[in-house]
């Protein structure tokens, strides 16, 4: 999904002591509109003023269940990430760069590398009109930022314990693991719990994880999180527990990974090093798309590909890492 705002922050409350591993941190979405007035809009919580990373997870946009809105995005570019798409409702679909024709559908992950630079365009099907899904980003480490472009796909069975069932997109929960491969140690996985469930599982301690509410509303280690709402705890324990209060069932996505601690400038669609690599990507996106990202065969919306916006006048674009910007 493109990124159409140029820059965005997140406002959070809380936050968790550098001494407190156990400690959760909320943070609160923000509204973001996906271009016109009519676009799709949705709730941004990575990146935030204090927190730009859950492990490598550097972007979670949170959107639907919506009728009546068509997700139209026109070929744009990404350098320096990787895209995972995931869907609880409707149908994208998807096209690229790199020659891959395929859809996204529910309980179907779809992780999409960039690495040097790679072009796609995402189109809703009118045959399925709601849509309500997730869409991720995850930053690559400076020795894997210039991979080549890639596609994976996988449909994870089911995970069954008592009171809940999960989903391992990416990484291993509780024996399930996922083949999708990444280049930095991480976890991913949609979870529903039972009214009046807690599963408490082993997990990596060596992980941050977040976890971001979908339905309903769930105690993430005694901490009650509203729906939308992403709480995220530090590195250190090796177990995490999950309580739904509700007489309902709840969903959440699960997030993790290895505390990701270098710098990395984000800006529209692309992921940098410095200010003046986005300067020379949105250069080369603007003027000779094909030479980096390639060219995007059949797409049929009006707009061949989008624009990258104007950079900030006479303003330097800093660096992020785990705790916020430089």
């Given at each position: ?176 693991a996922s083949p999708v491969h990444t280049e930095t140690p991480l976890l991913g996985a949609e979870v529903v719990l039972e009214p009046g469930a807690t599963w408490e599982m082993a997990v990596n301690p060596g992980f941050e994880h977040g976890v971001l509410v979908d339905t309903g509303h769930v105690d993430f280690d005694g901490v009650r999180l509203d729906r939308t709402v992403l709480g995220v705890r530090d590195a250190g324990p090796d177990h995490l527990r999950l309580t739904n209060p509700t007489d309902a069932p709840a ?76």
């Amino acid at each position: 999904m493109s990124n159409t705002e140029a820059r965005s922050e997140v406002l959070d409350c809380g936050g968790p002591s550098e001494h407190d591993p156990e400690h959760v941190q909320v943070i609160e979405p923000k509204d973001v509109q996906l271009g016109g007035a009519d676009a799709m809009k949705v709730r941004r919580t990575l990146p935030s003023l204090r927190r730009s990373f859950v492990g490598a997870w550097c972007f979670v946009d949170h959107y639907g269940p919506e009728r009546g809105i068509c997700m139209d995005v026109p070929p744009h570019p990404h350098t320096g990430l990787q895209t995972v798409s995931w869907l609880f409702d409707g149908e994208i679909e998807h096209r690229d760069s790199g020659g891959v024709h395929a859809m996204v559908r529910p309980g179907e992950v779809n992780l999409m590398t960039s690495g040097h630079g790679i072009a796609h365009s995402e189109v809703s099907t009118p045959e399925r009109d709601l849509l309500h899904g997730v869409q991720l980003w995850v930053v690559l480490p400076d020795a894997s930022k210039d991979l080549v472009r890639e596609f994976q796909h996988h449909a994870p069975d089911v995970l069954d314990v008592d009171g809940a069932r999960a989903r391992v997109l990416i990484g291993t929960l509780d024996g399930a693991a996922s083949p999708v491969h990444t280049e930095t140690p991480l976890l991913g996985a949609e979870v529903v719990l039972e009214p009046g469930a807690t599963w408490e599982m082993a997990v990596n301690p060596g992980f941050e994880h977040g976890v971001l509410v979908d339905t309903g509303h769930v105690d993430f280690d005694g901490v009650r999180l509203d729906r939308t709402v992403l709480g995220v705890r530090d590195a250190g324990p090796d177990h995490l527990r999950l309580t739904n209060p509700t007489d309902a069932p709840a969903r959440i996505m699960l997030l993790g990974g290895e505390p990701f601690d270098e710098g990395v400038v984000m800006w529209w669609n692309f992921i940098g090093r410095s200010h003046e690599d986005i300067v020379a990507l949105r250069q080369e996106w603007n003027d000779a798309p094909d030479d980096r990202f390639g060219r995007v065969a059949g797409y049929r919306g009006a707009t061949q590909r989008l624009a990258a916006p104007p950079l900030p006048a006479e303003l330097r674009l800093k660096r992020r890492f785990r705790r916020g910007r430089e």
